[in-house]
């Protein structure tokens, strides 16, 4: 299995969250993956950006290390499209970005593990975990 890593789970992992640390911890040892879309990459370093916090940022890094990044393929840019005007039509509104992650994992076939699932609801084959939940 491949995971995804939402900009929540990414910060709680960098501030040493026992919960989803354990979960990150029995996902390595059974052989995942791990994944960050590009657009969480952006949203981790437009953080950093605004609020420097150097340590912080080296343990991200070391997080990256262990974690490809996956870019927008023009797939992805289409698959996001179609999520778009399919919650449109269902009278449902969900930020670019986040239509933009769940179109990464559908595509890639990665499971997204995030705390915001709230975020996402209501788009369709994408498969959430949230490892803040006990």
């Not at 969480?40 to 437009?46: C, N, P, T």
């Not at 778009?84 to 933009?100: C, E, H, M, N, Q």
Request: proline residues 3%; negative net charge.
């Amino acid at each position: 299995m491949i995971y995804a890593l939402d900009s929540n789970a990414i910060i709680e992992i960098i501030n040493k969250n026992a919960t989803v640390s354990t979960h990150r911890n029995n996902a390595l040892n059974q052989g995942a993956g791990f994944v960050i879309p590009s657009v969480v990459d952006y949203e981790i370093w437009r953080g950093f950006h605004c609020r420097p916090a150097p340590t912080k940022e080296k343990i991200y890094l070391s997080i990256c290390d262990d974690c490809s990044i996956i870019e927008m393929t023009a797939e992805i840019w289409k698959r996001s499209a179609r999520i778009y005007a399919d919650l449109r039509s269902k009278g449902r509104t969900v930020d670019d970005p986040d239509i933009f992650i769940a179109a990464t994992c559908i595509e890639n076939g990665y499971t997204l593990v995030t705390h915001n699932t709230k975020h996402f609801e209501g788009i369709s084959d994408l498969l959430i975990e949230d490892w803040q939940e006990a």
